[in-house]
């Protein structure tokens, strides 16, 4: 089977910064309650000006830019999000526009909420095995900020705005597996992104407990399932990184799994939970920070609205 390899990495976070305090001005909630259940400090929320699409060019652009391949070598590029600009066209669409992407390859946006990332990088995988092309685009981005009900403290204190990309290679004898899955349930729910005819909004409602039961049962089950695809222990990977939506729940999986707690990585204490955005945000900032290294192996877990959840095992290699 063909696999796919990082061979680059991009981000671009909205310029407003709202802190755990900024949302107390709004909501009766405070900084102490937030931190505790979430490990939030703060998050980023577009600004005027800002939007989805503006924070896909950006992150996209940085990747490709890092990548050292020429636009024109692009084979597939996908965006993941469940909050676009428009529903059509795609941000895919405009992002190949704006980028000059090539015009004869599969541009488009796919929802699989905060699991989205990875469907999107599996998606590129098959697309580019079946053209014969060797790189792949694929973007996380979110607005979650502009679908957030500001009077409902159980959910406007978790999440945030931001984008992450990765420029993929596709070859033959990659350390690369995948598993995607998901089960029809409402338990996070967003009706519709639009103002309806009677200028009501609607805004994501989520049954948090069961969200948080999912969530610590879809990380062990989805190492499991791609531990029966191939034969790797914890002490093979050099990280992972799980979707970011709230570091009780990482913390919840180390213990049942008794694994180190130094190879999780965690950045919602300032990202907040950016859905589809969030893999992809985590290992920009890890490869800028330099804690990846040509080589190394890596664990990917998604687990989401949908619900959805998914599991990669991949190499970072840069170019
Ligand atoms: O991408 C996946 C996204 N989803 C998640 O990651 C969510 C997973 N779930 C969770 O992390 C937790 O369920 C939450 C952090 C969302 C909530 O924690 P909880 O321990 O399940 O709290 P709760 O909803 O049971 O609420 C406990 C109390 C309630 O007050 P009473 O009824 O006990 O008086 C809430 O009204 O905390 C109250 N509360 C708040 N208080 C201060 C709820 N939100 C807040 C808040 N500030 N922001």
């Known amino acids: 089977m063909s696999g796919i390899k990082i061979i680059s990495t991009g981000r671009a976070l ?30 980023y929320f577009c600004a005027e000006g800002e939007s989805a699409l503006t924070l896909a060019i950006k992150a996209a652009d940085n990747a490709l830019s890092a990548s050292k391949i020429t636009k024109d070598d692009i084979g597939c590029c996908i965006v993941a999000t469940l909050s676009a600009d428009y529903a059509t066209p795609s941000l895919a669409c405009l992002v190949q526009t704006e980028l000059g992407l090539p015009e004869d390859i599969p541009v488009f946006d796919l929802n699989a909420a905060c699991s989205g990332f990875i469907y999107a990088m599996e ?33 406007c204190v978790l999440f945030g705005d931001g984008a992450g990309a990765a420029v993929i290679e596709c070859d033959d004898d990659l350390f690369y597996e995948s598993v995607l899955g998901a089960k029809g349930g409402k ?22 407990k069961a969200v948080f039961r999912f969530a610590t049962s879809a990380i062990p089950k989805c190492i499991e399932m791609l531990h029966e695809k191939v034969d790797f222990t914890l002490d093979d990977i050099d990280h992972v990184v799980c979707h970011q939506a ?65 599991g990669m095992l991949i190499t970072y290699d840069k170019k």
């Open 14 to 43: 909205p310029s407003k910064s709202v802190t755990n305090d900024d949302l107390a001005q709004i909501v009766d909630t405070s900084d102490e309650w937030i931190f505790t259940r979430t490990g939030i400090h703060s998050r």
């Open 123 to 155: 998606t590129a995988r098959s697309l580019l095995t079946c053209s014969g092309k060797k790189y792949g685009l694929v973007i996380g981005v979110e607005q979650l900020s502009k679908i957030l009900d500001m009077n409902d403290r159980g959910t």
């Open 187 to 208: 338990e996070i729910c967003c009706p519709g992104v639009n103002e309806g005819a009677n200028g009501s909004k609607s805004y994501v409602s989520m049954d948090g």
């Open 246 to 310: 709230n570091s009780r729940i990482i913390d919840h999986v180390i213990k049942k799994l008794k694994a180190d707690p130094a190879k999780f990585y965690k950045d919602m204490d300032h990202l907040g939970n950016t859905s589809a955005a969030s893999i992809a945000l985590a290992l920009s900032e890890m490869d800028d920070d330099g804690l990846l290294q040509n080589g190394q192996k890596l664990l990917l877990v998604g687990f989401g609205s949908g619900l959805t959840w998914a």
